[in-house]
């Protein structure tokens, strides 16, 4: 089982993450909210070799689910131990339904009525550019390789830096402005980190990856986001101690790729 460095004591459910080994990929959003409040979770893909089985048993084409579950369309999905009909084990899949989950369960999802809406509202929006990173080296087809599309990758990956990424940037240092004139201070939503920051965060940190020097050129347009948000979520108890760890895994051939040609050009 995965200990974060700053468990917590209060007694959770054995979590269980199931999500493909060796990438950090959509898996990252709920590792990184396990992390953040300290709560255990096991990884079935990294903690064991035979882990895949059950990543490949979840998304089999033919499953009809397992112990009164619902099937799961793909991974992540997460697995918990005796909150399922008649006390077997709960199976929910899709990341925003998960960190929904989670959120109130580890003191992620906001204070309020108003504030968990809008936490969800702005997770959401960050997988939605999380999702058309995806689609900048894929934008035709998933199933087939990169090289495939490259041409429209190109067009597409254009369109993403010149466009989208502003556009989301913008809007999240919006968020970030109407917050700190509330008063509230560096993150989100209201005084506390919420699965919104960890979400959000995630996103910026693949983006520095995959789009190194777009980024570079535009963080000083955005002076909330990349000089306070984004090197203040990474000093967050939880979260500090995770990056320093084995546990986050490098990217590579996930959603967020370093392909130079993709990237602004010097
Ligand atoms: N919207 C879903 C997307 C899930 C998804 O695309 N999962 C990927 C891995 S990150 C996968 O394995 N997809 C397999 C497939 O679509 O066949 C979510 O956020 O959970």
Request: aromatic content about 12%; hydrophobic content about 35%.
């Amino acid at each position: 089982m995965t200990e974060p460095s700053t468990k917590k004591s209060r007694s959770h459910p054995p979590y269980e993450l199931l999500y493909w080994p060796g990438i950090p990929g959509r898996g990252e959003f709920i590792r990184l909210a396990f992390e953040a409040s300290g709560v255990s979770y096991t990884d079935i893909g990294n903690e064991s070799k035979e882990g895949i089985q059950q990543i490949l048993a979840l998304k089999a084409d033919d499953s009809l689910g397992a112990d009164g579950n619902s099937p799961a369309f793909a991974p992540p999905a997460l697995r918990i131990p005796g909150e399922g009909k008649g006390g077997k084990p709960l199976l929910i899949y899709q990341t925003s339904c998960i960190l929904s989950y989670l959120g109130d369960r580890l003191g992620l999802a906001g204070e309020d009525e108003a504030e968990k809406h809008w936490v969800l509202s702005h997770a959401l929006t960050a997988l939605d550019l999380n999702n058309e990173t995806h689609d900048t080296h894929h934008p035709i087809a998933t199933m087939k390789y990169y090289e495939e599309q490259k041409e429209e990758a190109l067009k597409k990956a254009a369109d993403f830096r010149e466009a989208r990424i502003p556009k989301f940037f913008g809007f999240f240092e919006r968020v970030l402005k109407a917050n700190k004139d509330q008063g509230q201070g560096k993150y989100l939503v209201g005084a506390k980190l919420s699965f919104a920051d960890t979400t959000l965060w995630q996103v910026l940190d693949g983006l520095k990856f995959a789009f190194p020097n777009e980024l570079a050129a535009r963080e000083g347009e955005f002076p909330l986001l990349f000089g306070t948000f984004y090197p203040s979520v990474k000093e967050e108890k939880g979260i500090k101690e995770y990056l320093a760890s084995k546990r986050r895994l490098p990217y590579s051939q996930g959603i967020f790729r370093h392909y130079p040609e993709l990237d602004r050009q010097k």
